[in-house]
């Protein structure tokens, strides 16, 4: 085993009742010789999750995932713009068709460490191709310091004073 990683955001009642919580941050292993972690379906949509793979060094993020129907903004904007906040690599692949009552919404992307769409599938089964580059992740992370320049204090100690409600 390569990488070892439990869901952290839970979605919906029936994952709630069925599972628990994840505590740990995403883990980064070199996988032929590019930094790689993996965060699983709904985590992906938590830009701190995504961050926390980049901040531990990773260039590209695994996304397996079961997204239904109806959420095509998913891959189509969140993926690319999680790629460009975080600049890295992000390959979302998500389960197509229909199972047990749900329509599989497909779509799997690969996006670039600049937010460009690299590969995209439809909505069938798809094998995706995307030449990735380690290079481009850290020309990204040069020409924009993102990862650098954040303030990750001044957002805790906003986040503590917000209004409740």
């Known amino acids: 085993m390569l990488l070892d990683y439990g ?29 790689t972690s993996l965060l699983i379906c709904y985590d992906v949509e938590f830009p701190e999750s995504v961050r926390a793979a980049a901040t531990r060094g990773a260039e590209l993020l695994l996304v397996p995932t079961a997204l239904s129907a109806g959420f095509e903004t998913v891959p189509q904007v969140l993926i690319r713009a999680r790629a460009l906040e975080s600049q890295l690599n992000v390959a979302y692949a998500n389960h197509s068709g229909h199972e047990d009552g749900c329509d ?19 909505d ?6 995307a030449e990735i580059s380690t290079e481009r992740v850290n020309e990204a992370r040069e020409q924009v310091p993102y990862l650098r320049e954040r303030r990750p204090e001044l957002y805790r100690e906003w986040e503590g004073s917000a209004p409740k409600g």
């Open 7 to 35: 869901k952290v955001h839970l979605f919906g009642e029936e994952e709630r009742k069925a599972f628990s919580a994840a505590q740990a941050a995403p883990g980064v292993v070199d996988f032929n010789g590019i930094k």
């Open 104 to 122: 599989f919404l497909g779509g799997s992307v690969v996006a670039g460490p600049d937010g460009s769409l690299l590969a995209a599938a439809g």
């Open 124 to 129: 069938g089964a798809a094998l995706l191709f």
